[in-house]
């Protein structure tokens, strides 16, 4: 059983930038073959918008709408993939998901529970 845990500040001020950590805390190497460590947002009363990924051999990749502002790093000493999201607008404001697929272009397995992010002076 894979168990994501998302943690980072909930209160971002405009035009600053937010960072957010997603661990793999059980049962899922970021490392493992094949498999994609994505962040995923929803922000209040709309749907899921992907932001990008990082693969296993740690290749990343972006949302066009949102490749220049988006940053996605990772840690394999911590087991641990980050967002950093620049420049930030109240439009950004939402519940940001770590979620893990088995391969691009394939549904998710597994979800972290997400953690609230206000953008807010």
């Known amino acids: 059983q894979v168990r994501l845990q998302e943690s980072g500040p909930g209160l971002v001020a405009p035009s600053q930038t937010l960072s957010l950590t997603c661990t793999s805390v059980?049962?899922?190497?970021?490392?493992?073959?094949?498999?994609?460590w994505n962040w995923v947002r929803q922000p209040p009363g709309k749907g899921l918008e992907w932001i990008g990924s990082?693969?296993?051999?740690?290749?990343?990749s972006y949302s066009p709408s949102l490749k220049s502002r988006t940053s996605i790093s990772r840690d394999t000493s911590k087991n641990h993939i980050t967002l950093q999201l620049n420049s930030v607008t109240p439009e950004d404001t939402g519940v940001y998901y770590c979620?893990?697929?088995?391969?691009?272009?394939?549904?998710?397995?597994?979800w972290g529970q997400g953690t609230q992010v206000t953008v807010s002076s």
């Open positions: 059980s049962g899922g190497s970021i490392t493992t073959n094949s498999y994609y």
């Open positions: 990082m693969s296993y051999s740690g290749s990343a």
């Open positions: 979620a893990r697929n088995p391969g691009p272009n394939r549904g998710f397995d597994y």
